[in-house]
């Protein structure tokens, strides 16, 4: 097999992933902290502002081409 062609010292994909998942499984999620700070929290509501106004234009680009399109009144 190919596992018994490999040198000791090598581990394969499969056992390099088992041992990923096992190293993240066990890492403790870390819930102690505080809330969020005034600037966190101003941070983050420029951010969804952002990213909701990036959002708005896409929309509104997409909107705009549709409606510039005819539909035909031959359905054939």
């Given at each position: 097999m190919i596992v018994a062609a490999?040198?000791?010292?090598?581990?394969?994909?499969?056992?390099?992933?088992?041992?990923?998942?096992?190293?993240?499984?066990?890492?403790?999620?870390?819930?102690?902290?505080?809330?969020?700070?005034?600037?966190?929290?101003?941070?983050g509501a420029i951010s969804a502002g952002i990213i909701s106004l990036i959002l708005y234009k896409f929309a509104t680009i997409i909107e705009a081409g549709l409606s510039r399109q005819t539909i035909s009144d031959d359905f054939s």
């Open positions: 490999m040198s000791s010292g090598e581990k394969s994909v499969k056992e390099e992933a088992l041992e990923t998942l096992k190293a993240m499984g066990t890492a403790s999620i870390d819930t102690a902290k505080g809330p969020p700070s005034p600037v966190q929290a101003l941070l």
